[in-house]
């Protein structure tokens, strides 16, 4: 069913990005991938090995003209633009009273406004295709707020408000647009909580393990495979959240 489509994954060098791109590729769909600092070549060889295209586009999501960009080689390069999956994140944990303004925006600008840039420039061609899925990365404490994240969690609250405007503004044109909430995922980014930390979040946690990364590739697949679901927040965490 996604056999052919062309499907693009930010911050795709590692972790849920680079999970998600793998099983979009296992999928038959051909891949780009966006990375930030560096792309190991195991990872496009990965890709690869499921005998599909798989083209890499060095940038920051938090560059407006950089996303315009993408976009526009996309089309040069494949026609069409079927897939999107917003996954580029950061943390700059720190608490509110303490936090910098640099670490707010830091925040701000890659993960919500990041999300924005590649929605505001894929839409267009996605509006003219009449088609597309649009599955936005956000995160269980967008939904709960959580010590030491203010900022974090405050991009991931904007990120289902952004998710549920473009699903209603881009629905008429049988786009949908979802957003995908995982719970604690075992990647770089969590890797480097302290184990007291994880051991209290594994507590919260009713199905008794932390994530992985496959869990939420195959979460991105089915909200790509349903035409039917839209403006939805996916929480994806092992019943953290209910
Ligand atoms: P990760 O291993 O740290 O990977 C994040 C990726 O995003 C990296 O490849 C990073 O590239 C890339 N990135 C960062 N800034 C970017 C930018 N400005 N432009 C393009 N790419 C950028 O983290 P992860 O755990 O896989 O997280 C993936 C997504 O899931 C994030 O949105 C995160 O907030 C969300 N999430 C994760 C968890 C979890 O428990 N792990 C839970 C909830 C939500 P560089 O390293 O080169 O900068």
Redesign the pocket.
Known sequence: MLEGKIAVV??????????IALAFAKEGCNIVL??????PDSTISAVKEYGVKCLPMQ?????FR?AMQLVKDVKKEFGTLDILV??????RDMLLMRMSEEQFDEVI???LK?TFNMIRHASNLMLKQRSGVIIN?????GLTGNIGQAN?AA??AGIIGLTKSAAKELAQRGITCNA????????????VLAEETKQEILNAIPLKR??K?DD?ASAAVFLAKNTYITGQVLNV?GGMVM
């Open positions: 930010t911050g795709a060098a590692k972790g849920i990005g680079k999970a966006n990375y930030h600092s560096t792309l940038g920051d999501v938090a560059d950089f917003n996954n580029a994140g950061i943390t600008n890659t993960n990041g990365m956000a995160s269980v404490v974090y991009s991931k995908i909430a995982p719970g604690f995922v075992e990647t770089d980014m969590t890797d932390y994530g990364v939420i965490d």
